[in-house]
């Protein structure tokens, strides 16, 4: 995959944009997918605060083999691990704290990231590999804190850095019935390979 970083986007915050560009290897750009939300009424700046309205955008760009679906609920739950085990790769909103891993702040820090594989240790606790526009490196989180993350976006705040601007945002905001919280995207029938490590 390309590697993608913020200063694409100085003035916008696009990671929603950016996480799907990640997922379909830079084509279209997250520049490219800005302006088709932006067409749709899906945002103004690149914020995507509806999980509803990015499900929307990867229905239409994905292409066979690949789909995709909505799923509803808590991530740390065996249908997420199964399917990350499958090769599945999840678009999350969840809140990043300020080395970008999952934190709890009632959505004021909303952001999102792609997830690109797994980790099992030696205690089965399981962890998932994360991509994002925020850096370069792949980050490794527990699947349980990035799914209390995700569940606790309840609250829209304005984003730092983005005081002058105007946000969409969905029906019922970002708790609302095509928000963030508790939902996530999951896109099957990529290539994968399962690697063990001793």
């Not at 678009?91 to 820090?109: I, K």
Request: proline residues 6%.
């Amino acid at each position: 995959m390309p590697i993608y970083s913020h200063r694409q986007h100085p003035t916008r915050p696009t990671c929603g944009l950016t996480a799907l560009s990640m997922l379909l290897n830079g084509q279209p750009t997250a520049a490219e997918l800005l302006a088709d939300a932006s067409a749709q009424k899906y945002t103004i700046n690149g914020e995507m605060f509806s999980a509803q309205y990015l499900y929307e955008l990867v229905q239409k760009h994905v292409s066979n083999p690949l789909t995709c679906h909505f799923h509803e609920g808590f991530l740390d739950c065996d249908q997420i691990k199964q399917q990350l085990c499958s090769g599945a790769c999840l678009l999350v909103p969840y809140d990043a704290d300020v080395n970008h891993a999952p934190c709890q702040r009632s959505g004021h820090r909303a952001h999102w990231a792609l997830i690109v594989g797994y980790l099992i240790d030696d205690l089965d606790k399981f962890y998932v590999v994360a991509r994002h526009g925020k850096t370069r490196n792949l980050a490794v989180w527990s699947l349980a804190a990035l799914s209390e993350s995700n569940a606790n976006l309840v609250e829209f705040a304005q984003p730092k850095g983005h005081e002058d601007l105007t946000f969409l945002l969905p029906p019922g905001g970002i708790d609302g019935d095509q928000g963030l919280r508790k939902r996530s995207i999951v896109v099957t029938n990529l290539p994968y390979q399962v690697v063990q490590v001793r």
